[in-house]
T-cell receptor, first 114, second 113 residues
Framework: AQSVTQLGSHVSVSEGALVLLRCNYS??????LFWYVQYPNQGLQLLLK??????LVKGINGFEAEFKKSETSFHLTKPSAHMSDAAEYFC????????????FGIGTKLQVIP | DAGITQSPRHKVTETGTPVTLRCHQT?????MYWYRQDPGHGLRLIHY???????DKGEVSDGYSVSRSKTEDFLLTLESATSSQTSVYFC????????????FGEGSWLTVV
């Protein structure tokens, strides 16, 4: 079984400030981890994913995330927030080995203040 | 963009009526999913399919049924719609070709009045 916890349902940052969105997971086997972004009235778009290999993963729009097994975390960061980053972000986990169930966190809404 | 098409995109229906949402994919992926999205709950899995005529329940399957008669189509049916089923419904697909990454459709907004 697997689960995901996103800390903070709403996060506000100033334009140009660091973005940090937190995600912790639990998994009985090595996980695959994902971050998705959702803009209003749209579907979810993949930002980045971790499967195996390098633990620092770079995604689209300048975002990156680091898989830390010891902390069971996969936090999403961006050095400098842009107004266009305002959206809802979802962390997700599935199990490696081809298991098909994907579990999502409840989401974090990012507000960017001018 | 992943080749996923949901229809209808928007629908208003009355309580007690049956409703069917359709998901069509052009990627030939094995797995297909229906999620609902509600404020404060994130995405919750309703049903999923791991092949033609192979389906299983998710965490919020009560009041919903699904069918998959072809690889490319996955139908979600609300047998008798209730107001609690007002939600946004997302279809998703995953396959070995996508590196076990799930891709979403654009969503179907359903309002039950």
């Amino acid at each position: 079984a697997q689960s995901v916890t996103q800390l903070g349902s709403h996060v506000s940052v100033s334009e140009g400030a660091l973005v940090l969105l937190r995600c912790n997971y639990s998994s009985s086997v090595p996980p695959y981890l994902f971050w998705y972004v959702q803009y209003p009235n749209q579907g979810l778009q993949l930002l980045l994913k971790y499967t195996t290999g390098a633990t620092l993963v770079k995604g689209i729009n300048g975002f990156e995330a680091e898989f830390k097994k010891s902390e069971t975390s996969f936090h999403l960061t961006k050095p400098s927030a842009h107004m266009s980053d305002a959206a809802e972000y979802f962390c997700a986990v599935t199990l490696s080995g081809g298991y098909q169930k994907v579990t999502f966190g409840i989401g974090t809404k990012l507000q960017v203040i001018p | 963009d992943a080749g996923i098409t949901q229809s209808p995109r928007h629908k208003v229906t009355e309580t007690g009526t049956p409703v069917t949402l359709r998901c069509h994919q052009t990627e030939n992926h094995r797995y297909m999913y229906w999620y609902r999205q509600d404020p404060g709950h994130g995405l919750r899995l309703i049903h999923y399919s791991y092949g033609v005529k192979d389906t299983d329940k998710g965490e919020v399957s009560d009041g919903y049924s699904v069918s998959r008669s072809k690889t490319e189509d996955f139908l979600l049916t609300l047998e008798s719609a209730t107001s609690s089923q007002t939600s946004v419904y997302f279809c998703a697909i995953m396959g070995r070709e996508s590196g076990n990454t799930i891709y979403f459709g654009e969503g179907s907004w359903l309002t039950v009045v």
